[in-house]
């Protein structure tokens, strides 16, 4: 790799030679760790005519650090950092700038705090991964995925690729979303009613900002997912968390005066509740009879691997008041991060102009690329394909925790990909999650999904999205170990 000749700049402070300042430039560079073993530098020409001397300056301070072994010359190749050269530095305090700001007071707003699920970078490495959310890499299809990515970057495409489209969405991507997926759940929606968001989370956040004030009340469940609560407090709205039961969200515990009523009705986060029908139609008209509005986070609802999912709250909306959200990010993989919502043309016209001034729209490589696999029907081939794989793990994993005595606190009526669990009175998670990685096991503990001040610590959660189920066994029972 080639050291850009942009890296190198003279101190102006110092008063050495040249040739000293050229050596001393190059020497720190390695030194620091910015220069590394085997990176070319830049040609004595091209270094000279960059730093404004003259190139036997350059070319009698390359020759002296060859001498000292920090560079090699390799013919008519070049120089190079010579595989000898010191080792990096740890940094001294006079390499360190010395930050002077008084941040407490600088900053003006903070987005610190909130307790969030830690999610290991390195999961995969783990031989027991009970974690939530992230891709089976032997349930994906590389293959039509990578087809579909060549595809949107062809000549064809170039404008879908390329183009600012400032605050619009991928046609062909709102089409299919308008077409299949919303039928599907029984949504009816015009191209005007739908936004392309960066996953639901951002869907999330954009409902937030477009409907809450300091002055207005949302409520949210308890439990929850734990970047909601951040949302809501971002918006300094007030919040009134309701606590869930073994159906979801109760209609009668949403407090008057509620303006917006934050739901997962599908598969409630974290517990996997399903909200029955009647409760649903409950819903709707407590936040009728309240003037609320209700955003629906139907994420999951492709898992319905148990029977047919129940109707999405948007599709008994008779009065507009429902703002669906969707994604591809759990249903294809995260790091993709697409989603969208769907509302009322008012609310839609809002949140596309809020979403253009902090990011335009989401890339329109990956918008288009979505749009050929899941128009070209891989998609529904890779639903399919999932919920049988999460089908056996499901049956296995239930089979493992009745033989070891594990108590389960919630699971999917239609399917999903985890398990809400409750340990023992007196077992705290997080410890319990700590000693299990030490055996190679990574597990959920569920303090973050509480608003509570004193949350609950003897729950967890338990994901068989991204464990094979050949290992679920064993790593039940070493959970069931720590336990005991």
């Not at 891709?135 to 064809?156: E, Y």
């Not at 015009?190 to 002055?215: C, D, F, H, K, Y």
């Amino acid at each position: 790799m080639a050291i850009s000749v942009e890296n190198f700049f003279l101190d102006p402070r110092s008063d050495a030679t040249l040739q000293s300042r050229i050596q001393q430039m190059i020497a720190q560079g390695i030194l620091s760790g910015r220069f590394r073993r085997g990176e070319k530098l830049p040609s004595s020409r091209k270094l000279a005519a960059h730093l404004g001397v003259s190139r036997i300056t350059v070319t009698l301070a390359y020759t002296e650090l060859v001498a000292s072994d920090y560079l090699t010359a390799r013919g008519r190749s070049g120089y190079y950092v010579s595989e000898n050269a010191p080792e990096p530095l740890p940094p001294t305090q006079s390499m360190v700038v010395e930050d002077r700001v008084d941040w407490v007071r600088a900053i003006g707003q903070r987005f610190t705090g909130g307790a969030a699920p830690e999610k290991p970078q390195d999961w995969a490495r783990y031989r027991y991964p009970f974690i939530y959310g992230q891709t089976d890499s032997t349930l994906f299809d590389h293959a039509n995925w990578r087809l579909c990515a060549v595809q949107a970057l062809g000549q064809k495409d170039f404008a879908a690729l390329t183009a600012d489209q400032y605050d619009q969405d991928d046609p062909k991507l709102v089409e299919f979303i308008a077409r299949h997926t919303l039928p599907r759940r029984g949504i009816i929606a015009e191209p005007a009613q739908i936004l392309v968001t960066m996953g639901a989370q951002n869907a999330l956040w954009l409902a937030a900002q477009v409907l809450l004030t300091q002055r207005r009340r949302a409520a949210v469940e308890d439990p929850c997912y734990p970047a909601l609560r951040d949302v809501l407090m971002q918006s300094r709205c007030h919040m009134s968390p309701v606590p869930v039961d073994a159906d979801g969200l109760p209609p009668d515990r949403v407090p008057d005066g509620t303006d917006v009523i934050f739901t997962t009705p599908s598969h409630q986060s974290p517990t996997s509740a399903t909200m029955p029908l009647a409760r649903r139609h409950a819903l709707l008209e407590r936040a009728r009879a309240m003037d609320a509005l209700i955003v629906e986070d139907d994420y999951e609802f492709e898992m319905a691997f148990l029977r047919k999912p129940s109707p999405a709250l948007k599709s008994l909306d008779r009065d507009g008041r429902v703002i669906y959200v969707g994604s591809f990010s759990k249903s294809l993989f995260p790091g993709l991060r697409l989603g969208y919502l769907v509302g009322s043309a008012p609310f839609i016209r809002e949140a596309r102009a809020l979403r253009a001034s902090v990011l335009r729209h989401p890339p329109g490589l990956m918008q288009r690329a979505a749009a050929y696999f899941l128009s070209l029907g891989h998609y529904d081939a890779l639903i399919r394909r999932t919920a049988h794989a999460y089908a056996e793990r499901r049956r296995v994993m239930e089979a493992a925790m009745a033989e070891h005595g594990l108590s389960i606190a919630g699971r999917g009526a239609h399917g999903g990909s985890s398990f809400w669990m409750e340990a023992p009175d007196g077992v705290d998670t997080a410890r319990l999650a700590a000693r299990l990685r030490d055996n190679d096991v990574l597990i959920e503990p569920g303090q973050p999904f509480f608003a509570r001040d004193d949350p609950p610590r003897n729950f967890y959660r338990l994901a068989y999205s991204s464990i094979p189920a050949a290992r679920i066994p064993e790593g039940v029972a070493r959970i069931a170990a720590a336990i005991r």
